[in-house]
């Protein structure tokens, strides 16, 4: 009941023994009462993303995830039960949209989540957004299968661009057209690539792309089964 919503629910198991035999009823009565939702969101500290942003708007997704308002307009099509897990989420969706955005360093320094009513919450957070980076340099070591000039083409992100950790990795490993993948769709299917930061000047970062390109595999046998 907790995990949909239902933080106040209220179960009372009795217990019945059975005389002359070694089992017992029990009687389970629940009280579920009303979904748990929330009242107000209270942001602090966070000046170079809009709460606008944060929450969201009729027709887009906030940066908060699945956590909405009650009885907001912009709210009418979304779910608005409050849970453990869907707070816990919501509270990393806010710090990865940070760090999309520059902000390496940006944490949830205080929250909290208390009764508003019998059927409501207040949750008010509070957030050091920290300073925003940008790239310095990129470079690139252990690739000797592949150039540095293709491995920044595919990369697609240049000196004076925002450091954006989500789209490092999508164009590293989760794109289809990712660095990782070339090496992978060529035989290097033990390949690596990480991402370090090698320092850290002002609001400036340099990257060292560590390349582990290990043995291109061959086919050694195919076998096929069940036809």
Not at 2 to 18: F, L, P, R, T
Not at 109 to 133: A, F, L, T, W
């Amino acid at each position: 009941f907790d995990d949909k919503g239902y933080k106040n629910a209220v179960i009372d198991i009795v217990q019945h023994e059975q005389p002359g035999t070694n089992q017992v009823v029990l009687d389970v009565n629940i009280d579920k009462k009303d979904k748990m939702r929330v009242h107000q969101i209270i942001f602090q500290g966070n000046e170079k993303l809009k709460t606008s942003k944060i929450k969201g708007s009729l027709f887009s997704k906030g940066a908060f995830g699945k956590i909405h308002e009650a009885n907001k307009l912009n709210n009418i099509f979304k779910a608005k039960k409050f849970t453990d897990e869907r707070y816990k989420e919501a509270k990393q969706n806010l710090i990865d949209k940070y760090n999309e955005l520059g902000f390496r360093d940006a944490t949830i320094i205080e929250d909290s989540v208390y009764p508003y009513d019998d059927k409501h919450v207040n949750v008010p957070v509070k957030i050091d957004e920290g300073d925003k980076y940008y790239i310095r340099d990129i470079t690139w070591v252990g690739n000797t299968v592949v150039t540095t000039y293709y491995l920044n083409a595919v990369l697609g992100m240049k000196k004076r661009d925002v450091y954006n950790q989500k789209q490092i990795s999508k164009r590293l490993k989760e794109d289809d057209d990712a660095a990782g993948n070339y090496y992978y769709n060529n035989g290097y299917v033990f390949s690596n690539i990480d991402p370090v930061e090698v320092n850290i000047d002002n609001d400036s970062i340099d990257i060292e792309m560590r390349v582990t390109e290990g043995p291109q595999a061959h086919l050694n046998h195919i076998r096929i089964y069940g036809n």
